[in-house]
């Protein structure tokens, strides 16, 4: 069945007319959606924690950010914008205390609501409305009068007002200009952490580490592995945005191709395969939630070791040293 997506016509922003929607957060989603809600007219307040950057960036941009607990107490609409792992305690102390019968809780992300970390009373609706893209693409896409395209699901029970509210709340942050594709909390939160789990994140980050070690493991300079395995891949990526496995195997020499089809599913196997079927059940049956859940309550050790050491990995410091080469590049440090 094809999936049903929504468009501009599909959405009356007069559904948020009377509504005070709360933005909980001014990070990269809350920034971008709390301004795109205002300049699309509605009445938005937010709830920021004080001294902080993102305290003084909401009041650079002439919000009087309010502690979250004054936030909830005076909206109507609540959407936690926080990141995910601090979600469920924020909410249990500061949130669920003031929310009221007939408010509707939000998100951009369905793991909290969905793994059940955060309950709704009764009476309040669950809506997700999750761009897919960052914050900062939320909002230039916007200005420039796009919109990155969104999902939308409504939690158990909830009303088909709570639909209407969702959908304008989508136009009115440019996300039914792009379209909005409706979802369950099950599927978003599922797809979404197999997609970073498997491709977008670990896939290609292990993948283009075993290949630059493989390349310098066998003598060859680490900056001709850096630009074979790292820097190339935008342009592949590029194309396949564009126009799919096929424009890419269009654009690229025949012998490129030939190569993609002959070792491609030697280096993606049946075990990776297995693999994969293995981590999606993690995921599903939320193994994967709490295990990540009890690592932050450690204070994230694992996390906070694994992070330090592929930070001074090889192909960081090639990386590094070759990106303030090309000034083309607008090139990041963290
Ligand atoms: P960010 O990490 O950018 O948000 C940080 C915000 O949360 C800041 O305002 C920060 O305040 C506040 N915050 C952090 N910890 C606490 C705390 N303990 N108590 C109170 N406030 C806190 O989050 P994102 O915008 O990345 O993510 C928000 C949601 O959007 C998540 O559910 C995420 O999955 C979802 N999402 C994110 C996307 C993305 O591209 N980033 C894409 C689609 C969905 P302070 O500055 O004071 O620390
Ligand atoms: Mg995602």
């Known amino acids: 069945m094809a999936a049903k997506i929504y468009y501009d016509n599909d959405a009356d922003l007069s559904c948020l007319k009377?509504?005070?929607?709360?933005?909980?957060?001014?990070?990269?989603?809350?920034?971008?959606?709390?301004?795109?809600?205002?300049?699309?007219?509605?009445?938005?307040?937010?709830?920021?924690?004080?001294?902080?950057?993102?305290?003084?960036?909401?009041?650079?941009?002439?919000?009087?950010?309010?502690?979250?607990?004054?936030?909830?107490?005076?909206?109507?609409?609540?959407?936690?914008?926080?990141?995910?792992?601090?979600q469920a305690d924020?909410?249990?102390?500061?949130?669920?205390?003031?929310?009221?019968?007939?408010?509707?809780?939000?998100?951009?992300?369905?793991?909290?609501?969905?793994?059940?970390?955060?309950?709704?009373?009764?009476?309040?609706?669950?809506?997700?409305?999750?761009?897919?893209?960052?914050?900062h693409l939320v909002r230039s896409e916007y200005v420039k009068g796009g919109g990155v395209p969104c999902l939308i699901a409504l939690g158990e029970g909830a009303a088909e007002s709570t639909r209407q509210v969702g959908l304008a709340y989508a136009k009115a942050i440019g996300g039914t200009r792009g379209g909005v594709i409706e979802t369950t909390f099950a599927e978003e939160t599922e797809t979404d952490l197999f997609g970073e789990q498997v491709v977008l994140c670990g896939g290609v980050s292990e993948l283009v580490k075993a290949a630059f070690e493989t390349l310098v493991d066998a003598g060859y300079q680490p900056e001709m592995a850096y630009f074979e395995c790292m820097h190339e891949l935008k342009l592949i990526v590029d194309l396949f945005y564009e126009g799919g496995l096929s424009y890419m195997r269009y654009s690229v020499s025949n012998t490129a191709e030939y190569g993609d089809y002959t070792r491609g599913p030697r280096v993606i196997t049946e075990q990776t395969r297995q693999e994969m079927r293995r981590i999606l059940k993690e995921i599903q049956d939320g193994q994967f939630a709490r295990e990540w859940i009890l690592e932050n309550k450690a204070g994230a050790p694992a996390f906070k070791a694994r992070r330090r050491r592929d930070r001074s990995h090889q192909i960081e410091v090639v990386g590094r040293r070759l990106r303030k080469l090309m000034s083309w590049i607008d090139a990041k440090e963290v």
């Open 90 to 135: 924020v909410y249990r102390a500061q949130v669920r205390p003031h929310l009221r019968p007939g408010n509707i809780l939000m998100c951009s992300h369905g793991f909290n609501i969905h793994f059940g970390l955060v309950e709704p009373p009764k009476g309040v609706d669950t809506l997700l409305v999750a761009p897919k893209g960052p914050g």
């Open 18 to 86: 009377d509504k005070t929607i709360a933005i909980l957060g001014y990070g990269s989603q809350g920034h971008a959606q709390a301004q795109n809600l205002r300049d699309s007219g509605c009445n938005v307040i937010i709830g920021q924690r004080e001294g902080s950057a993102n305290y003084d960036l909401a009041v650079s941009h002439n919000f009087e950010p309010k502690s979250i607990e004054e936030a909830v107490k005076a909206a109507d609409i609540v959407n936690i914008l926080l990141p995910d792992e601090v």
